[in-house]
């Protein structure tokens, strides 16, 4: 525990409610985190499957970008630490109670396993690409024989990504917003919905654009059902969590979250799938980029709601 609060430096002072407003890191971390996870999911997952080629964007294309998300996100974090040579330390033991612990770790686990699923598809974007050194070649040769052992690691690490962000803040007992355990899951839904729009974003494949809208149309009702029960729970708890519920029930956080976030991050991106899939002809682009811009906007909220979200006293 020493350890985690000395690596966690800054993330104390951001439940500060005088001082959220200048952090922008921890929600961007939790944003691109459940990104990424949610696109190594689809493809671990459909490698497993067997339909590599019925989805090629969700596995070979769209992962490449996963490396570069994670870096992105561990350095927005590494920005927020106060001690941040003391980083290492969250590596020097695992915590099963420690929801820093199992990201840390979660984290070492998914981000070298993404450079390698991109060095295994390199050659669907670059066909002509030759590795420079032998030992390259065996390694991509052991990796290929072992796929399917590698897909279920990275399949089991990526869910695990994908609720270890909405679990970090959940671990904050003293904010009773965060105080729920829907937030494990629903940062799951969210994260994998992210990951659909983006598969669908770069994907040319008309078969695999209508899968995965069907499986974003899924996912976004999901979302809403989570929503919606976990203001159910607080509405039936106790007073402090009935007043976290009416930050977004008339208080100051009501019209972004249910305008930003339920309207043009959920409800209209779920509309305008539902009129895809029925044969309508509308721009590819605007249904993901609503989910996406949905998904981060909803971070941001949950993380600076939830600072000025505090217990009686």
């Not at 390259?136 to 609720?163: P, Q, Y």
């Not at 682009?285 to 993380?303: E, H, K, N, T, Y």
Request: hydrophobic residues 55%; glycine residues 6%.
């Amino acid at each position: 525990m020493k350890e985690e609060l000395i690596v966690s430096g800054r993330m104390n002072h951001l439940i500060d409610p005088q001082l959220h407003i200048w952090h922008w890191h921890i929600p961007l971390y939790l944003f691109l985190g459940g990104l990424a996870a949610g696109i190594l999911f689809f493809a671990a997952l459909y490698t497993i499957l067997g339909k590599e080629k019925e989805y090629p964007t969700a596995v070979k294309i769209a992962p490449f970008i996963t490396p570069i998300i994670l870096v992105v996100g561990l350095m927005a974090l590494f920005l927020d630490l106060n001690h941040k040579l003391y980083f290492w330390r969250l590596y020097t033991t695992i915590r099963l109670q420690s929801p820093m612990s199992w990201g840390a770790w979660t984290l070492m686990v998914v981000t070298p396993i993404s450079v390698i699923w991109c060095a295994l598809n390199i050659k669907e974007i670059f066909p002509n690409w030759k590795w420079k050194y032998e030992f390259i070649d065996e390694l991509d040769a052991f990796f290929r024989k072992n796929l399917k052992t590698l897909s279920w690691v990275l399949l089991i690490s990526s869910l695990i990504l994908g609720v270890y962000t909405g679990i970090l803040f959940s671990a904050f007992n003293a904010r009773p917003l965060w105080n729920t355990s829907i937030l494990g899951p629903l940062f799951l839904a969210s994260g994998l919905s992210t990951g659909a729009a983006a598969i669908l974003l770069m994907s040319k494949s008309h078969h695999e654009r209508l899968a995965f809208a069907r499986i974003d149309l899924m996912l976004i009702g999901i979302e809403m059902f989570l929503i919606i029960h976990m203001f159910m729970g607080f509405l039936a708890s106790t007073q402090v969590h009935i007043d976290a519920a009416s930050l977004f029930l008339g208080g100051p956080y009501t019209t972004p979250f249910w305008l930003f976030v339920v309207t043009l991050g959920l409800a209209v991106p779920a509309l305008l799938e539902t009129l895809e899939l029925k044969g309508f002809k509308l721009p590819a682009m605007i249904a993901p980029i609503l989910v996406l811009f949905g998904g981060i906007v909803f971070r941001f909220i949950i993380a600076y709601a939830g600072q000025v979200s505090r217990w009686l006293y």
